[in-house]
């Protein structure tokens, strides 16, 4: 290669520079590929080989034919969906609220702060935390029993369930919400809604056919965003209720300590589902954000 | 809009603080409850006393160090050199920096086990120090995309050409440039990102538990499932430190330049 360059004159200072400019990024790529790229793509590979290695199907058609697998990508979805859907409506309301409701400006602040701790709260202690307030023993289960008496666990309540994972995923599903679409709501230019209402529209009008014509892409784009955050988690869900809820990421963290499914490559093809789910939601978002990007710059 | 805010606005805000401030009231209180009859800091005591919160705490504590350390020589060369030299390939680097965040963690140490196991060309795992080395590697490919948004942000308020060219001048080596004349420079970026990645390994669990480490993370699960008001003491602990950790970046954030004087 070295030798061509310097036969030919008029390219050779490029040439000669060329590997230089990518020698200062090998590190990076070296890095990246032995550590991100290749296990991932070996994971991606085993899923389409059957245990001599040959080249199958099986493995993908088993994730849909195995009813334990099966159902354990709806219970994951089902979470991932539901807590993303409350946390992007529950974090727009207060983003809206902050932005847009003439609130103090120590609130809006605050709010903000709150979030960037609160979404970064997740794992092992928020579990606990919620163990800790609606448990049997929780306070606010105590409350409900000796000041109101109402007693939550004979309502048939168990916090220990989808919809117990839900109220938790929220906690940091909520305040990653109001910190990604807080800078969209800010991006609402204020003549936006002179001009709506100098033409006459209502708070309603202006709301439906310029805010929220405005926003959906970002809406949707976090959207998306949660619920790929969502689904990866295993921390929180395993401290929360251990390996009883069916969920895909225990699935396959039960897989990698024990080989549970007996065969090294269903389990591949579980991780396999796990990256295709998460990588179409990111798909997704990118695609959402560059159409947010047309009025929100 | 009225003065003291709508009441709707104010609706939002309460209700929003409930569902968040309740399970921080309610978790403090019940960790306060080991001792019958009266409130007392014994979970916290005894959490503290304890030599196994001591060693899986500090031995978080120094792979996330590490981890920082690795982070930095990794993103700092490379996001100046992308800057510097080959913008064009800035999307390329800042998918494969975002590739974390679509690759659950789980998946990436999966792959990990697999790869670089005992009989594997590059036996990571054969050794305890191995794994460590490879648990370090993990989780700062975790940090990746914060690690590097955080310094691309730094570069973006300095002006890379100029400097690099001074330096040059000067008679400086690229070693030099980038450990005394870029880094120092985006030191605070730097900084916020290692809070960052500080807060992220310290309570991390996946990984440290699927290579058998004994982190701190690990130790929190393993506390949780057989102890009551320890656990609740223990995410008080870990929500004052995220909060630290969160605090400090807004910190720096103020004391951070916002823009270049010349653009680049």
């Given at each position: 290669?070295?030798?061509?360059?310097?036969?030919?004159?008029?390219?050779?200072?490029?040439?000669?520079?060329?590997?230089?400019?990518?020698?200062?990024?090998?590190?990076?790529?070296?890095?990246?590929?032995?550590?991100?790229?290749?296990?991932?793509?070996?994971?991606?590979?085993?899923?389409?080989?059957?245990?001599?290695?040959?080249?199958?199907?099986?493995?993908?058609?088993?994730?849909?034919?195995?009813?334990?697998?099966?159902?354990?990508?709806?219970?994951?979805?089902?979470?991932?969906?539901?807590?993303?859907?409350?946390?992007?409506?529950?974090?727009?309301?207060?983003?809206?609220?902050?932005?847009?409701?003439?609130?103090?400006?120590?609130?809006?602040?605050?709010?903000?702060?709150?979030?960037?701790?609160?979404?970064?709260?997740?794992?092992?202690?928020?579990?606990?935390?919620?163990?800790?307030?609606?448990?049997?023993?929780?306070?606010?289960?105590?409350?409900?029993?000796?000041?109101?008496?109402?007693?939550?666990?004979?309502?048939?309540?168990?916090?220990?369930?989808?919809?117990?994972?839900?109220?938790?995923?929220?906690?940091?599903?909520?305040?990653?919400?109001?910190?990604?679409?807080?800078?969209?709501?800010?991006?609402?230019?204020?003549?936006?809604?002179?001009?709506?209402a100098t033409l006459g529209a209502t708070t309603w009008q202006f709301w439906r056919m310029v805010v929220i014509p405005v926003l959906l892409p970002s809406f949707l784009g976090t959207l998306v965003l949660l619920f790929a955050n969502a689904f990866g988690a295993i921390a929180t869900a395993y401290a929360f209720t251990g390996s009883s809820l069916n969920i895909v990421p225990i699935?396959?963290?039960?897989?990698?300590?024990?080989?549970?499914?007996?065969?090294?490559?269903?389990?591949?093809?579980?991780?396999?589902?796990?990256?295709?789910?998460?990588?179409?939601?990111?798909?997704?978002?990118?695609?959402?954000?560059?159409?947010?990007?047309?009025?929100?710059? | 809009?009225?003065?003291?805010?709508?009441?709707?606005?104010?609706?939002?805000?309460?209700?929003?603080?409930?569902?968040?401030?309740?399970?921080?009231?309610?978790?403090?209180?019940?960790?306060?409850?080991?001792?019958?009859?009266?409130?007392?800091?014994?979970?916290?005591?005894?959490?503290?006393?304890?030599?196994?919160?001591?060693?899986?705490?500090?031995?978080?504590?120094?792979?996330?160090?590490?981890?920082?350390?690795?982070?930095?020589?990794?993103?700092?060369?490379?996001?100046?050199?992308?800057?510097?030299?080959?913008?064009?390939?800035?999307?390329?680097?800042?998918?494969?920096?975002?590739?974390?965040?679509?690759?659950?963690?789980?998946?990436?140490?999966?792959?990990?086990?697999?790869?670089?196991?005992?009989?594997?060309?590059?036996?990571?795992?054969?050794?305890?120090?191995?794994?460590?080395?490879?648990?370090?590697?993990?989780?700062?490919?975790?940090?990746?995309?914060?690690?590097?948004?955080?310094?691309?942000?730094?570069?973006?308020?300095?002006?890379?050409?100029?400097?690099?060219?001074?330096?040059?001048?000067?008679?400086?080596?690229?070693?030099?440039?980038?450990?005394?004349?870029?880094?120092?420079?985006?030191?605070?970026?730097?900084?916020?990102?290692?809070?960052?990645?500080?807060?992220?390994?310290?309570?991390?669990?996946?990984?440290?538990?699927?290579?058998?480490?004994?982190?701190?993370?690990?130790?929190?699960?393993?506390?949780?499932?057989?102890?009551?008001?320890?656990?609740?003491?223990?995410?008080?602990?870990?929500?004052?430190?995220?909060?630290?950790?969160?605090?400090?970046?807004?910190?720096?954030?103020?004391?951070?330049?916002?823009?270049?004087?010349?653009?680049?």
């Amino acid at each position: 290669m070295t030798d061509s360059a310097v036969s030919s004159a008029p390219v050779k200072s490029r040439s000669i520079r060329l590997p230089t400019q990518w020698l200062g990024l090998a590190p990076f790529f070296l890095f990246a590929l032995l550590f991100l790229v290749l296990p991932t793509m070996y994971l991606i590979i085993g899923a389409f080989q059957t245990r001599d290695g040959a080249f199958t199907f099986e493995n993908i058609a088993k994730l849909f034919t195995t009813p334990t697998i099966r159902q354990s990508y709806w219970i994951s979805m089902k979470i991932s969906f539901w807590s993303a859907m409350l946390g992007a409506l529950a974090g727009f309301a207060i983003a809206a609220a902050i932005v847009r409701g003439g609130l103090p400006e120590w609130v809006r602040a605050s709010t903000l702060t709150f979030s960037g701790v609160a979404s970064n709260f997740a794992g092992v202690p928020l579990a606990f935390a919620f163990l800790a307030t609606l448990g049997r023993l929780g306070l606010v289960t105590i409350i409900l029993r000796d000041l109101f008496g109402f007693n939550l666990y004979s309502t048939g309540f168990n916090l220990l369930s989808s919809w117990g994972l839900i109220a938790v995923y929220l906690y940091f599903q909520i305040p990653l919400m109001i910190v990604i679409i807080t800078p969209a709501l800010d991006g609402l230019k204020k003549e936006w809604g002179e001009a709506a209402a100098t033409l006459g529209a209502t708070t309603w009008q202006f709301w439906r056919m310029v805010v929220i014509p405005v926003l959906l892409p970002s809406f949707l784009g976090t959207l998306v965003l949660l619920f790929a955050n969502a689904f990866g988690a295993i921390a929180t869900a395993y401290a929360f209720t251990g390996s009883s809820l069916n969920i895909v990421p225990i699935s396959l963290y039960a897989q990698i300590r024990g080989d549970v499914l007996n065969d090294p490559n269903l389990g591949y093809a579980l991780a396999f589902g796990m990256i295709v789910i998460t990588g179409l939601a990111n798909v997704f978002y990118i695609w959402f954000r560059t159409r947010s990007e047309r009025w929100l710059k | 809009m009225r003065k003291g805010g709508q009441w709707w606005a104010w609706l939002t805000f309460f209700l929003g603080m409930g569902y968040f401030i309740i399970p921080l009231i309610a978790t403090f209180e019940f960790s306060l409850r080991m001792k019958r009859g009266e409130y007392s800091f014994e979970a916290y005591r005894v959490v503290f006393a304890s030599s196994q919160f001591q060693q899986t705490f500090s031995y978080s504590v120094v792979a996330a160090i590490f981890t920082i350390l690795l982070g930095v020589l990794v993103v700092v060369p490379t996001a100046y050199w992308v800057r510097l030299r080959v913008p064009h390939l800035r999307p390329l680097v800042e998918f494969i920096t975002l590739l974390p965040l679509v690759i659950p963690a789980i998946v990436i140490v999966f792959g990990y086990i697999r790869m670089y196991g005992t009989n594997s060309w590059l036996p990571f795992l054969s050794s305890t120090m191995g794994t460590n080395v490879l648990l370090v590697i993990g989780y700062a490919v975790l940090a990746l995309p914060y690690m590097y948004r955080a310094v691309d942000t730094g570069l973006r308020t300095i002006d890379v050409r100029t400097l690099t060219e001074a330096a040059q001048i000067m008679g400086a080596g690229w070693t030099t440039i980038i450990s005394r004349v870029i880094l120092p420079n985006v030191l605070i970026a730097v900084l916020s990102g290692a809070f960052l990645t500080f807060a992220i390994v310290l309570g991390e669990f996946t990984m440290a538990s699927l290579l058998n480490r004994p982190a701190f993370g690990p130790y929190m699960q393993n506390l949780g499932a057989n102890r009551a008001y320890e656990p609740a003491a223990l995410a008080i602990i870990a929500f004052l430190l995220t909060w630290g950790c969160m605090t400090a970046i807004q910190f720096l954030a103020r004391y951070a330049p916002k823009s270049s004087n010349r653009p680049n």
